[in-house]
DNA sequence: TGGATGTAAATGCAGTTGCATTCAGATGTC
DNA sequence: GACATCTGAATGCAACTGCATTTACATCCA
């Protein structure tokens, strides 16, 4: 097992965290500016609407986003009271829940999209063809 | 100017997003488990390495490193705190100062070395050809 | 059945971040 | 020189995160 990585390897790794770092942050910018809630609240939405009857057992959600337990637990706090989402009693399982989306959730979702494609557009698409945005997929795909 | 990214904008970014924070917080893990400070000290401490005897205006260190400056203000402080880092006041302008590394703090600096070239290379080195790592490398120097 | 072990979710606490403000010193203008 | 404006750095406060633990229920197995 080699420990040291080639020079070609270092600097992808260096210029990656810079740049997915000031991207993200141009995004949260762009969208904070909209008036809009951070990424993460988009992130959650989308899963839970996407979901089956729009809801997610929190232990999946957390696993959807690569989150730590106690941090998808308070995300769903803060989503609750900003009224998106609803905790359900779970039905077969005394310890779990649901989180559903409610249709304002739903409506949130639908217009961050809006500020979040063209966030996107801004700062990625516009910058790279089709094709190098798909390689850059593929590249990154075999770093997953 | 379009409003709408391409599919493949849309999944590059997605998964952008997704392998940087994977790949961070396993590389932070590393560090961690091997009983160091987090990586932004590391940069830090890098940057003042390079630096002309070693130290850097805040206000240079915080566009290095791509922080709010009251980011750097704390980082500093807690470099300071553990030894790493010294503050010298700054001759030339009585408002600012140098956080200038101390001989620990090039020593740890080297020491996180050994343990962050092996996280790198465990991540990313090991799952691309050079050539690949050179094409990520160009990829996101477009997005920057 | 009942005790050990496992899993879902919440929470107390300490440490960290973001924001806005403050403070001190520089610079520019008249 | 005096006043307004700008810049470098620190800080109070509220929100957020990480960690470890707790609480509640499930499951396993003798």
Same mark, same amino acid.
């Given at each position: ?29 762009? @969208? ?33 986003? @690569? ?7 308070? @995300? ?59 390689? @850059? ?8």
């Amino acid at each position: 097992m080699n420990r040291k990585p080639s020079r070609e390897a270092t600097s992808a790794w260096a210029r990656l965290v810079r740049v997915q770092q000031s991207l993200q942050s141009a995004v949260e910018r762009d @969208l904070k500016a909209a008036g809009y809630p951070p990424l993460a609240w988009y992130d959650a939405l989308l899963e839970l609407s996407r979901a089956p009857r729009g809801e997610l057992r929190p232990v999946e959600l957390e696993k959807q986003m @690569l989150m730590p337990q106690y941090s998808t637990s308070r @995300l769903v706090d803060r989503l609750v009271e900003a009224g998106f989402v609803e905790r359900k009693t779970c039905p077969v399982d005394g310890r779990g829940q649901f989180a559903a989306i409610t249709p304002t959730g739903r409506n949130m979702q639908k217009r961050m999209w809006e500020t979040y494609a063209a966030a996107i557009e801004r700062h990625v698409g516009s910058k790279l063809t089709c094709k190098e945005a798909a390689g @850059l997929h593929d590249l990154l795909g075999k770093l997953a």
